[in-house]
C-alpha cells in the first residue's frame, strides 16, 4: 500500500494521502481543510532510490525500520511501528526500509542483523537499536528523538 485514504472531517471527501506526504501539512482536496493524521499515518515504505533524499529532508525526526520480509521477530514488531505510526504523526515519522530488496541502504548503515532501528534527527543518525523491543521501550526513544 503507498497511500492512505483519509476522510474529510469537514466535507465528508476521502482524500488519497501518499505515505511519503503524510507529513507535508495534508489538506482535503475539496475543500483545503487540514487533514490530522493521528492514530491513521502508517510507516513510510524507503528504498535505496529515496532513502537519503527523504532522511535529509524530512520535516520531523524519522524512525526507520529496517526489517526482512522472511525474519519472524520483524513480522511482530511491524504491527508495533504501524501503531507508533499514528501515535506520533506530528511529530516524528516512521519509516520502513526491506533490506532483502534495498542493500546498498543497508549496507551503508552496516545493518547486520534484522530488526535495526534507526533513528535520524535533522538528517543525521542519531541512535540506533538492533532487535525487536517493546512498545514502551521505541516510545521513549522516539520521545528522546524528540525533545
Ligand atoms: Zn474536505
Known sequence: MDSLIVQCPACGTKNNIPLAKQHLAPKCGRCKTRL???GQA???PLTDGNFAAFVTSAPLP???DCYSPTCGPCRMLAPVIDRLAGRYWGRAIMAKLDTSH???????????G????L???NGRLADQLI???AEAHLAQRIEALCD
Open 131 to 133: 532487535g525487536a523491543a
Open 119 to 121: 533513528f535520524f534527527k
Open 102 to 112: 534495498n542493500p546498498a541502504t543497508a549496507a551503508h548503515y552496516q545493518i547486520r
Open 62 to 64: 524519522v524512525v526507520v
Open 36 to 38: 490530522s493524521l493521528q
Open 114 to 117: 534484522v530488526p535495526t532501528l
Open 42 to 44: 502508517l510507516p513510510v
